[in-house]
């Protein structure tokens, strides 16, 4: 048997897909691509968003990381595990998974962006792929979570205004 990846754009399939009340676990979502892929391309990814967010009226959250990263499946969980903060990050964010790791740094495409010290790293881009915001995720942590209103708080003020 295969194991297909999903591209990360087909997100919005899967959350169509939950609104129509067909997840099998209600109190979950599927508002995080499903995994950091060596394989992307990370710029066309980047653009995809882009015309995805000018369309939808969100912006882009570039998620950088790697599948070695426990922090980063932490985050995951954490996001998938808390509705309100999955609906509001659905509702403002078109999100993008970018692989850092020995196959694939992605260093052309993150050059673009300031220095990352840790990981998972948050890029915000509006609507035209600029840069609006950094974010260390350290900021948001709570012991070996995150902070559900730090993290609240975060994707609120960086949200598109309507």
Not at 55 to 82: P, T
Not at 119 to 131: A, Q, R, S
Request: glycine share 4%.
């Amino acid at each position: 048997m295969t194991k297909r990846v999903l591209p990360s754009l087909t997100i919005v399939a899967l959350l169509a897909f939950a609104a129509l009340g067909q997840e099998s676990n209600p109190q979950s979502s599927r508002v995080m691509p499903p995994k950091y892929d060596p394989a992307r391309d990370a710029n066309k990814d980047i653009r995809d968003a882009v015309g995805e967010a000018k369309r939808a009226g969100k912006h882009v959250l570039l998620d950088v990381g790697g599948e070695w990263c426990v922090w980063c499946h932490r985050m995951d969980s954490f996001i998938e595990q808390n509705l309100d903060l999955a609906k509001l990050l659905e509702k403002h964010y078109i999100v993008v998974k970018i692989n850092v790791d020995p196959k694939n740094r992605n260093e052309a495409v993150l050059s673009r962006y300031p220095a990352i010290p840790g990981y998972p790293h948050l890029f915000v881009l509006d609507m035209n792929g600029e840069l609006v915001h950094s974010q260390d995720t350290s900021a948001l942590e709570a012991g070996k979570s995150y902070d559900l209103n730090r993290f609240m708080s975060f994707l609120k003020k960086w949200a598109p205004s309507r």
